[in-house]
């Protein structure tokens, strides 16, 4: 190529591509940055919800405005007395081995009932559980519904068998009448089952990470193409 002659076709070829390249990743990178800060603060709001004060559980003029953004992990503190007879097992994977949640309804004063789970169950343990008896105070975290089911495995009513914390449908099958649209995970009781305490408050944050891949792909990208454009005029002689 002569000093006066043009680029070739590929170079723009290149460029274009280099450019398509280089404008989404560095688009990618940006969605993480905002991603990251979002994150961040969804962590400082639950961790100030789960360390303040407990408060009385909200109400059912409360119920439709409830979500897991503004509510999720709020301490809680609710009186009323346990209806044993209409309690359920949802399947659980915990710490302590595989076995139930034992998710009870609590009858209040304030004429609803709430879901609570009173913690961890072995298999052995299902029927011979601790089931306190009379008025009760109960302390835990506000946790959102968990609908139709876990991970591959579908909640079956109808069969009574249960692989999530779904409010509405347990419920439903128990005929418990008002009841709130969440569950409260509560503290542990004593040393006897069931074993509560064991809400996992923890979030995976792992956006600096893909922030870093996706502005080093951008940079790579620009490097490169910087590169073919030098090789390219040497071999031409400019």
Known sequence: MTAHARPRPAIWVAGFIALLLFAGFVALGVWQVERRAWKLDLIRQV???????????????????ITSASDAYRRIRVSGTFVHDRETLVRAATALGSGYWVMTPLRTARGFSVLVNRGYVSPEQRRTHARPAGSVTVTGYLRITEPKGGFLRSN???ADSWYSRDVAAIAAKRELGRTAPYFIDADRVGTGAPVGGLTIIAFPNNHLVYMLTWFGLAAMTAL??????RNERRRDGR
């Open 47 to 65: 961790d100030a919800r789960a360390t303040a004060a407990p408060v009385a559980p909200p109400g059912p003029d409360r119920w439709p405005a």
């Open 156 to 158: 079956d009513a109808a």
């Open 224 to 229: 490169g193409f910087v590169i073919v454009v």
